[in-house]
């Protein structure tokens, strides 16, 4: 539950806002933790326009100064944000400025929240993830009714506890990106809307043309940190590599997670070793058409938008059997599910689909199909505005 910063991992950016129409509309408040375009907040933005269409505006708040608050300036949104320093831990409280810093420039950020809200009155808030619990309940004082929009596995400790409670005191409504989230965030009976998240794709499945004596390539799309087990997936390169040298293996995805930097440090000095590429950003859709195999061996994920790509152009992928992961696969008729914290599996799954080329085009075909039928943008926007609707009417 830190408030740590997800990287961009795909160049896919959200699509242009439309022009602001006068009246004829409801005002949403769109809370963002993130400081940059990261996979929660991506997912959210690309249904803005979707929502937009359907008679809804929004202004956006979202940690000032950063990245993603110039991106969503240079887009054309109404944003508005503060230096963001809330944190849930000791370790997330350790990190600069530092505890002392961080703790008294909290109130002022709360409060600079709080007063948007009073002074705009939106219709509700959005807040976008578990870490924006504490800006949910700023809003919620302030009389605006909440919709929390959760990205997160909860652990089943004190801590995760206390974060379900919270939830549930502080939102009207709330989504969970996959049934697994929603479950794992439910209280007797009580429980988030399932809202899977969307994932935009090439027009058509991309058709991977190798040319003779080419050699295939395996990629996977990131944070480098565990949670997505970046570690896992240079364990099982090595793994193919001692077997088939001439296969090629890419790592993308920045490793700029302060709670995991030494480790993800010492993650990309293996994958130079073992003679996997390590690209910090890519143009998606371009990678997508250039690799054979995609492969995901998250320990930790709900509902990862880089494999829903990657099954909606196509691709033959391989999952670890982890949270939402074993949902987005069909429970592996849409593509390979391995135990997670499994190089070994890892490693046979990929060779299997790269020596039986018939197969791969099957299950690339099927985890298309099931993209397109369950994970569109638009199905999502329908899915929220359910919920916004659920929540106003309460």
Not at 101 to 112: I, S
Not at 145 to 159: D, F, G, N, R, S
Not at 189 to 203: L, Q, S, T
Not at 309 to 323: F, H, K, R
Request: hydrophobic share 45%; glycine share 10%.
């Amino acid at each position: 539950m830190d408030p740590t910063p997800t990287p961009t991992t795909t160049a896919t950016e959200p699509p242009e806002p439309p022009a602001a129409r006068p009246g004829g509309g409801r005002e949403v408040l769109v809370v963002f933790h993130e400081p940059v375009v990261g996979g929660a907040t991506l997912s959210v933005l690309r249904t803005l326009p979707h929502l937009a269409e359907r008679g809804w505006r929004f202004l956006i708040w979202a940690p000032r100064p950063s990245p993603l608050f110039d991106h969503l300036q240079e887009q054309g949104w109404e944003v508005h944000g503060a230096e963001r320093t809330v944190s849930y831990s000791l370790k997330a409280l350790r990190l600069p400025p530092g505890p002392r810093a961080r703790l008294r420039a909290m109130p002022a950020y709360l409060g600079a929240l709080r007063r948007l809200g009073r002074e705009r009155r939106p219709a509700l808030a959005h807040v976008n993830s578990l870490v924006t619990l504490a800006d949910g309940a700023v809003l919620r004082s302030a009389g605006i009714p909440v919709v929390a929009h959760l990205h997160e596995m909860i652990a089943p400790t004190l801590k995760g506890s206390l974060a379900r409670a919270g939830i549930r005191a502080v939102s009207a409504e709330a989504i969970g990106v996959s049934g697994a989230c929603a479950a794992q965030l439910a209280i007797g009976n009580w429980h988030p809307h399932v809202v899977d998240e969307g994932a935009i794709y090439p027009p058509d499945p991309t058709a991977r043309a190798r040319s003779e004596g080419e050699p295939p390539v395996v990629a996977s799309v990131g944070v480098i940190s565990r949670r997505k087990g970046s570690d896992v997936f240079v364990e099982a390169a090595e793994i193919v590599r001692a077997e088939r040298p001439e296969v090629r293996f890419r790592l993308v995805g920045s490793a700029t997670d302060p709670l995991d930097a030494e480790w993800a440090a010492g993650v990309l000095e293996r994958a130079r070793a073992a003679g996997v590429e390590h690209l910090p950003r890519a143009d998606v859709p371009a990678l997508l058409a250039e690799i054979d195999v995609f492969a995901l061996p998250s320990r930790i994920d709900p509902c990862p938008i880089s494999l829903l790509e990657a099954m909606g152009a196509g691709l033959p992928v391989v999952g670890a059997a982890s949270d939402g992961i074993p949902e987005q696969l069909a429970g592996g008729e849409a593509g390979e599910l391995v135990p997670r914290e499994d190089p070994a599996a890892l490693a046979a799954a990929i060779l299997r689909l790269l020596d039986d080329p018939a197969r791969a085009q099957r299950l690339g075909l099927a985890a298309r199909e099931r993209a397109l039928g369950h994970y569109s943008i638009e199905r999502q926007a329908a899915g929220i505005e359910r919920v916004w609707l659920q929540a106003l009417a309460g």
